[in-house]
């Protein structure tokens, strides 16, 4: 039992250039998330997901594009990447929404874009 | 709109000290509370949760924490910390679907 995996750990980009970060789980939870950690700011939701199919935006949806067409995988998209995308991203899944009773983490993917 | 705030960004104890880490929340309504600790190179991990009833937690691994009303208030506790508590700890609330975490606290024990 895995829990929630990602992939790449650690990636550089150039800015304007595009990448996925992917997130499995293998909870068969129904609930994932997004989320970036900036230092000194804590953990901001970016996009999430409630089910196969379904997406919605968090707090800090822009610049990112997310699509969730297994219900195992979550997968994020940067377009046009930024220097101020430079973060750790952590992706989470759940088994209850509302309230969210308790999330599973991955172990993140730390992002540079010079 | 809910907020958390952690007062320290930083609290350095030597192992076997006791240790508070303080958790503050502002919300118009009831909230849960949760508090999340990060270990270096992890995710976050839930440590304990507030939902309902005893205003007192505990976590398996000796941590406390209690829910104050009055103070808007969610500490975490622990009378005795060891080298392996190093980590960062995130306090979060919620009434709704979506956590709100705080700036998070490093916790550093030295031996």
């Known amino acids: 039992n895995a829990g929630v995996t990602q992939t790449p750990k650690f990636r550089v980009l150039k800015t304007g250039q595009s990448m996925t970060l992917l997130c499995a789980q293998d909870?068969?939870?129904?609930?994932m998330y997004w989320y970036r950690q900036d230092p000194g700011m804590g953990l901001r939701l970016i996009h999430y997901?409630?089910?196969?199919?379904?997406?919605a935006k968090g707090e800090v949806p822009d610049g990112y594009n997310v699509s969730r067409l297994k219900k195992q995988n979550f997968l994020l998209g940067l377009e046009s990447a930024a220097p101020s995308q430079t973060s750790v991203y952590f992706c989470?899944?759940?088994?209850?929404?509302?309230?969210?009773?308790?999330?599973?983490f991955g172990p993140g993917t730390r992002l540079t874009v010079l | 709109a809910q907020s958390v705030t952690q007062l320290d960004s930083q609290v350095p104890v030597f192992e076997e000290a006791p240790v508070e880490l303080r958790c503050n929340y502002s919300s118009s309504v009831s909230v849960y509370l949760f508090w999340y600790v990060q270990y270096p190179n992890q995710g976050l991990q839930l440590l304990l949760k507030y939902l309902s009833g005893s205003t007192l937690v505990e976590s398996i691994n000796g941590f406390e924490a209690e829910f104050n009303k009055s103070q808007t208030s969610f500490h975490l506790r622990k009378p005795s910390v060891h080298i392996s508590d190093t980590a960062e700890y995130f306090c979060a609330v919620t009434n709704t679907d979506k956590l709100i975490f705080g700036t998070g606290t490093r916790l550093q024990v030295f031996p």
């Open positions: 989470a899944s759940s088994f209850v929404f509302d309230p969210p009773l308790e999330q599973f």
């Open positions: 997901s409630v089910g196969e199919g379904t997406t």
């Open positions: 909870m068969n939870h129904e609930y």
